[in-house]
């Protein structure tokens, strides 16, 4: 008791429902479709990913609200200081599949040692909503990350989301493609906003991240392509 009026006195007690129950209306509505085990695994992965962004916000002494979530689409942090220097917009997004990462490869050995078959589509749903939030576009992951290297690289990720749509549409792909094209077009044209000259990326700052992007990229795609067989079976 005490803790939730300290809470309602802070003016969080209604951010806290809001994540919590956005939360448990996910569960409820994937249960309906894929069961409650999968529907609580899934939706636990989402928040550790959500909760690697708001660590490394918060470690930026930036103001961030707690994750809310809406079914078929995911969940995200409000950040409330919008301009952040091209490193700090890498280093916050970079750490949501960092730790979503870490976190379902922990469900992965889990699945290997107790050989649950829904754990392991867990650890899978894990490894590929990681992996596409790492498509270097605006709003996604990636798209931030990429930032600090070169924002040009916005314009390589337009050509994956077509390609991922061919394969497997969906409205949501469209909504981000919406999102992303006036960034892609900026970023083409030169006409992105200036960075002040404390905050431009050294040689060493871009290799770093581009070297800790591709590392994870490439981890989880080799370990998607390595689950999906035995998913499948």
Same mark, same amino acid.
């Given at each position: 008791?005490?803790? =939730? ?8 007690? #209604?951010?806290?429902?809001?994540? #919590? ?8 509505? /994937?249960?309906?479709?894929? #069961?409650? *085990? /999968?529907?609580?695994?899934? !939706?636990?992965? =989402? ?27 995911? @969940?995200?942090?409000?950040? *409330?200081?919008?301009?952040?220097? %091209?490193?700090?917009? @890498?280093?916050?997004? +970079?750490?949501?599949? $960092? ?7 922990? !469900?992965? +050995?889990?699945? $290997? ?22 498509? &270097?576009?605006? &709003? ?11 924002? *040009? ?5 337009? %050509? ?7 394969? *497997?549409?969906? &409205?949501? +792909?469209?909504?981000? @493609?919406?999102?992303? !094209? %006036?960034?892609?077009?900026?970023? $083409?044209?030169?006409? =992105? &906003?200036?960075? %002040? ?15 800790? /992007?591709? #590392? ?18």
């Amino acid at each position: 008791m005490k803790v =939730l009026l300290a809470l309602l006195f802070a003016g969080k007690l #209604g951010k806290v429902l809001l994540s #919590g129950g956005s939360m448990l209306l996910s569960i409820v509505i /994937y249960a309906q479709l894929f #069961g409650w *085990r /999968y529907a609580v695994g899934f !939706v636990l992965l =989402l928040l550790v990913h959500e909760m690697g962004h708001y660590i490394a916000a918060r470690q930026r002494g930036l103001e961030v609200g707690l994750p809310t979530f809406i079914p078929f689409v995911g @969940a995200w942090i409000n950040l *409330r200081t919008q301009k952040l220097a %091209p490193e700090t917009q @890498a280093f916050v997004g +970079l750490a949501g599949p $960092l730790l979503g990462t870490t976190g379902a490869f922990l !469900v992965y +050995l889990l699945a $290997l040692e107790s050989g649950q078959h829904w754990l392991l589509a867990v650890a899978y749903a894990g490894f590929v909503l990681n992996l596409f939030n790492l498509i &270097p576009v605006v &709003p996604l992951d990636g798209g931030h990350v990429v930032t600090v290297i070169s924002p *040009r690289l916005w314009l390589v990720g337009l %050509p994956l989301l077509i390609g991922l749509f061919i394969w *497997r549409p969906s &409205p949501l +792909l469209i909504i981000i @493609a919406i999102l992303a !094209v %006036p960034k892609a077009w900026a970023a $083409l044209r030169g006409r =992105l &906003p200036a960075v %002040p000259v404390e905050e431009l990326p050294t040689t060493a700052l871009k290799v770093r991240y581009a070297a800790e /992007y591709l #590392g994870l990229v490439c981890f989880l795609t080799l370990i998607a392509f390595e689950v999906h067989p035995a998913l499948a079976r």
